[in-house]
């Protein structure tokens, strides 16, 4: 029996309104999973797009969280344990793709790496280069929108873990390279890990910046959400076998994110 709060009992103008939030967010949830062909959800999956698409998304998928955390996890440290002037206007910008639309970030990396950008047109010509619609523009695209909830995560890790044990490292006479990958690193780990997944789910449910910026070209810039968006129209079942899917890796993500989020005052 659940003990009674001492605060009294809560209002039923507080209660009804958080009801239909619950019921609004969950229902399309339950809708699909009604929605979905399960009599053809394997065959539907062993059809060469779709594996392709999968394959597609995972490698890319993982190829950004490698990327996220080599360039993350540095700027992260620095935002953390660095005092410099401009230091909360880099932390601001950092966070812009955030709120970004995803369109609007793939216009900026065509403007920025596209075959006349500001720096996708010196690359061509030092390099002959190009970067849009290929495989490697969805991985650009996939780590623009995903490497702020990476960076995000890895320094609240460092600020949560505190600079004491960096001073006595310090103390002792050890370089700051050296207490980052013995004590600053292995401190903020399930930060770390929690920021690779976060920005490894970002990855996987991208479409916008993908699109625009990479294209929609089977077997090289498909990627999951984009295949969802090409079969819909034409076989709407098809599409919710896909969505299905992306739905279980959300739940996965969900589930190994579970004593950080679902587990009151974790996130604290």
Do not use: K
């Amino acid at each position: 029996m659940t003990a009674r709060s001492p605060l009294g009992r809560a209002p039923a103008l507080l209660w009804v309104p958080a009801l239909v939030a619950v019921v609004f967010l969950v229902v399309p949830l339950v809708a699909l999973v009604v929605a979905t062909p399960w009599a053809s959800f394997i065959d539907d999956l062993r059809t060469p797009e779709v594996r392709a698409a999968l394959w597609l998304s995972l490698r890319t998928s993982l190829a950004t969280v490698v990327a996220c955390a080599l360039v993350g996890t540095p700027l992260a440290w620095v935002l953390a344990r660095v005092e410099f002037r401009g230091r909360g206007l880099v932390r601001a910008l950092v966070t812009v793709p955030l709120v970004l639309p995803p369109v609007v970030a793939g216009v900026a990396l065509l403007a920025a790496l596209g075959r006349s950008g500001l720096l996708g047109a010196p690359l061509r010509d030092a390099t002959g280069l190009t970067l849009p619609y290929t495989t490697a523009a969805v991985v650009l695209a996939h780590t623009f929108v995903a490497l702020p909830f990476y960076v995000i995560s890895v320094e609240g890790a460092l600020r949560s873990a505190g600079e004491a044990f960096d001073e006595a490292a310090a103390v002792l006479g050890a370089t700051r390279w050296h207490t980052f990958r013995r004590v600053t690193l292995p401190l903020a780990l399930p930060g770390v890990v929690a920021g690779g997944v976060l920005a490894w789910a970002r990855s996987l449910g991208e479409f916008g910046a993908t699109v625009t910026f990479a294209g929609n070209y089977p077997g090289t810039t498909q990627t999951m959400p984009s295949r969802i968006y090409a079969v819909y129209l034409d076989d709407p079942a098809a599409a919710r076998t896909l969505a299905m899917i992306l739905l279980l890796a959300s739940v996965g993500v969900l589930l190994l994110l579970r004593n950080r989020w679902l587990t009151p005052g974790a996130a604290a």
